[in-house]
């Protein structure tokens, strides 16, 4: 008997460290429904991490397309940095199962996330360094997203409500 709970708890275990598979995270999205995730830190977590320069994150899951045959899934992320009041950053990921990870990546060697833990409340991203911009015209400005150990390496957002996730504000379109 206790051999059998001895295997049901490291099979629990497993499968609670298991990366999340492309079709339970994207589950629900359509191209007009998209799914977001967020976090905004305060100072005294900021103060906790001194290597951490995002203050602001938001997740954006979607499907580019509205054709069924299309599986074309991606994600876009909005951060605020320190020191950038006034200044949101923007990125825009294609999102596939890689190498057994789900992963999200920027075209053209613009850096990586994966996904490594979902629930639909929460999502945690481990941040593989990306390239974030932000601004307009001569104020334009480009950031390489570092993932530093005990920084910007992992993000743990919180679902955000759906009419947040409706609106253009909400993370960029």
């Known amino acids: 008997m206790k051999l ?3 295997l049901a708890l490291v ?3 497993l499968t609670a460290n298991a990366a999340p ?12 429904q998209p799914k977001c995730y967020g976090r905004e830190y305060s100072r005294a977590e900021l103060a906790k991490h001194p290597k951490q320069t995002v203050e602001m994150i938001k997740a954006k899951l979607l499907k580019y397309s509205a ?3 299309m599986e074309s899934r991606g994600m876009k992320i909005e951060v ?3 020191g950038q009041e006034g200044l949101n950053f923007h990125a825009e990921f294609s999102c596939h199962e890689y190498d057994g990870k789900l992963m999200c990546g920027i075209d053209c060697d613009g850096g990586s996330v994966d996904i490594a833990q979902f629930d639909p409340k929460t999502m945690t991203l481990k941040n593989n360094g990306f390239v ?3 601004g307009c015209g001569e104020d334009e400005q480009t950031k390489f997203l570092k993932a530093l150990k005990g920084g910007d390496d992992l993000f743990k957002l919180t679902a955000l409500p759906q009419a947040f996730c409706s609106d253009a504000s909400a993370v960029y379109e």
């Open 67 to 69: 054709d069924p045959s």
């Open 80 to 82: 605020r940095l320190k």
């Open 132 to 134: 974030v911009a932000g």
């Open 11 to 13: 099979a629990t275990s």
């Open 21 to 32: 598979k492309i079709g339970e995270v994207f589950a629900g999205v359509t191209h007009a």
């Open 4 to 6: 059998i709970a001895l």
